[in-house]
Every structure is written in structure tokens, then in C-alpha cells.
């Protein structure tokens, strides 16, 4: 039996958090260390650059920054390719074909597309690149021929896009090139990590993050502003659990879920400060990712050789999306000499 494909991969806009980690860094190591997989992990600058044309330099940097997020939680280069969009140009011949398959209104009911545009406050002025950018994803995903895809839970629509063009091209062309793919998404209810300010979404722009690479301190910090019930007043006063971020994480991420449900017990009748469960909620955290700031930080010594895996893992991808490239040429019918 041949191994099953994974692609997946992140946009380089900054430092990676522990919501990318919950979300899906977790799931992607796990599945690479099954050993089951051919496993391709893409940090994606094209479509970062999408909303960031004229701020190269971030998405530059930051490309770094997340091979670095990579190799702290466990990616291995000796187990999966580590490669940059930018330096697969079959990508960039693929998408064009695509886009020849997918209608403008529907990029423009593609949700999770249209969340990001309210959101960026883009007004009349969104780069087509940016609204196109599913049909870019589908050119990802497909050219490896990718059959599992794990991401975030907001990306099930890119996934749904995603199988529509392979739909349509093997439909199109009388051809089964391509390969339909599916979404691994994170334990239910563990899908999304809420904000250190209680806001659904943990996200770089809302300044509500906890980073991989953050200190201890700035973890510890971090942990002790988080928002929890804001009628919890006094130790003595009863408090809510739901919504409350700091039990939410520690659902997450306590492994000793007895000692949450008693906390909670007390925190909800009265006499448990916040100070005290933060507390606690820190020493859990500060032992999730201790180990992996430490590998960071060695990583972060040798940047040279950050760049050589990404270039030897670059190479690799090029094979296997110029073969692609070919056999949708083939299929269209424009492999005229
Ligand atoms: N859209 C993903 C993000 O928001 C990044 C990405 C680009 C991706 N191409 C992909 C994810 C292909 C999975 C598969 O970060």
C-alpha cells in the first residue's frame, strides 16, 4: 500500500502561538512521529504577501520565525520536508489553471475569506491576490496530492474549495489527476484557544497571544493578566467557570483533570482567588513549553542552517510538484511540444 500524503503549512506573519499549537502544530508532529505518512510542511509567503505585498520584510523574517516555531514543537526535517511556497513555482503555473474553474462570487462566499476581508478592513480595496488565495491553497494542497490536510477549524473551508476545483479539473479534463483531500482538525472542543483578553480568537493582530517563543517570564505575565470572571471580585465570592479563560485553558491543558474539576467545584461556591488558579494554570504551562522555547533558542543559534533545511527541503517539494505540474499539463492539453 502507498503511504498517505499530509501537506499542510502555516503563513509566515510573525511568531507562531500556542493557539497554532492546540490548533494544529500538536496534530501535525503527532501524525509525522506515526511514521505512516509521507508528511510536507509549507510555510506559505505567497499568500502571507497576498495582504502584506508592501511589507516584504515581515513576512521575510518571519519566515525564520516559524521554521524555528517547526523544529521547537518537533518537526523534523530527517522525517518530514520543510519547504517555502515562493520557491515552488509549479505552484504558481497550477493556480492559474485553477482559477479558470472557480467562480469570483464563490471566492467571495468562500467564509473564511470573507471573515479575513472584514476583518483587515480592506474596504474597496481587496488584492485579488488575497481573494484568489483558496484557489492558491488548492494548487498547494494538490500538486502533492495531498489526501490529509491538518489545519485549524478555519480552514475547513479552504478544504471544501479545495475539493471542489479537484472535482471540476477531473471532471473538466476526464482525468483523475487530482486527489480530493481531507481536513485533520484538532479534539472537539479543543479547536480554538480563546485570547489571554477572553476573545474567541487568539490572534496576533488582537495582541491577545501566548508565543512559543515566549520567556518564562513573559509567560508568567502573560498567564497572570489573563481574564477570568469579571463579577469574581473578592476570594470569598462565588465565580463562573464558563468563559472564564484561565479554566478554559487549564481544560486544555492540566493533565490531571480531577484536580480541574475541583478547583472548579471551589471557584464556583466560593473561596478560590484567581491569583491561586493562575498560579497553577502557570506551572502547567510553564512545563508544556519549557522544552520547547529551550530547542528553540539552540535552533535559533544557527540561523544558515534554518536556511539550508528550507532549501534542501525546497528541492524536494520541486520534484513532486513538477511531476504534478506535468500530468496537468497532459490533462489539459497544453503540452503542445
Ligand atoms: N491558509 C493557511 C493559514 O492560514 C496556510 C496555508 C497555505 C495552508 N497553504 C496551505 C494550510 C495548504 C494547509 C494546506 O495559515
Do not use: C
Not at 57 to 66: D, H
Not at 131 to 144: H, R
Not at 215 to 235: C, F, G, W
Amino acid at each position: 500500500m502507498t503511504k498517505k500524503t499530509i501537506l499542510t503549512g502555516d503563513r509566515p506573519t510573525g511568531r507562531l502561538h500556542i493557539g497554532h499549537y492546540i490548533g494544529s502544530l500538536k496534530n501535525r508532529v503527532k501524525m509525522q512521529d506515526e511514521g505512516i505518512y509521507d508528511t510536507n510542511i509549507m510555510i506559505a509567503d505567497m499568500q502571507a504577501l497576498t495582504d502584506n505585498a508592501k511589507n516584504p520584510e515581515k513576512i521575510q523574517k518571519s519566515i525564520v520565525e516559524v521554521a524555528l516555531d517547526y523544529l521547537a514543537v518537533g518537526l523534523d526535517p530527517e522525517k518530514s520536508t520543510i519547504f517555502v511556497q515562493s520557491q515552488i513555482p509549479a505552484l504558481s503555473e497550477l493556480t492559474m489553471y485553477y482559477l479558470d474553474l472557480v467562480t469570483v462570487s464563490r471566492l467571495e462566499r468562500n467564509p473564511t475569506v470573507k471573515n479575513e476581508i472584514q476583518q483587515k478592513e480592506f474596504g474597496q480595496s481587496i488584492p485579488a491576490g488575497f481573494l484568489t488565495y483558496p484557489v492558491s491553497q488548492a494548487a498547494d494542497i494538490t500538486a502533492f496530492k495531498a489526501d490529509l490536510v491538518p489545519v485549524g477549524d478555519d480552514q475547513e473551508p479552504m478544504l471544501e474549495q479545495t475539493r471542489e476545483i479537484v472535482r471540476s479539473f477531473n471532471h473538466t479534463y476526464n482525468q483523475d489527476v487530482l486527489v480530493e483531500p481531507q481536513g485533520i482538525f484538532p479534539p472537539k472542543g479543543q479547536g480554538r484557544l480563546p485570547g489571554l483578553d477572553g476573545n474567541a480568537k487568539m490572534s496576533k493582530s488582537l495582541n491577545n497571544a501566548i508565543y512559543l517563543a515566549d520567556s518564562a517570564d513573559e509567560l508568567q505575565k502573560k498567564v497572570m493578566s489573563m481574564y477570568t470572571d469579571p463579577n469574581h471580585i473578592r476570594v470569598e465570592d462565588p465565580g463562573q467557570v464558563e468563559g472564564n479563560t484561565v479554566f478554559t485553558y487549564l481544560d486544555v491543558f492540566a493533565p490531571d483533570k480531577e484536580e480541574v474539576a475541583k478547583l472548579k467545584e471551589q471557584y464556583q461556591a466560593g473561596g478560590l482567588g484567581d491569583v491561586k488558579v493562575k498560579r497553577y494554570l502557570n506551572e502547567i504551562l510553564q512545563a508544556e513549553f519549557e522544552p520547547i522555547r529551550k530547542r528553540r533558542e539552540e535552533f535559533a543559534q544557527d540561523v544558515p542552517a534554518i536556511y539550508e533545511m528550507l532549501k534542501q527541503g525546497s528541492q524536494k517539494a520541486n520534484v513532486v510538484a513538477n511531476q504534478t505540474l506535468q500530468e496537468v499539463r497532459e490533462a489539459i492539453g497544453v503540452n503542445y511540444f
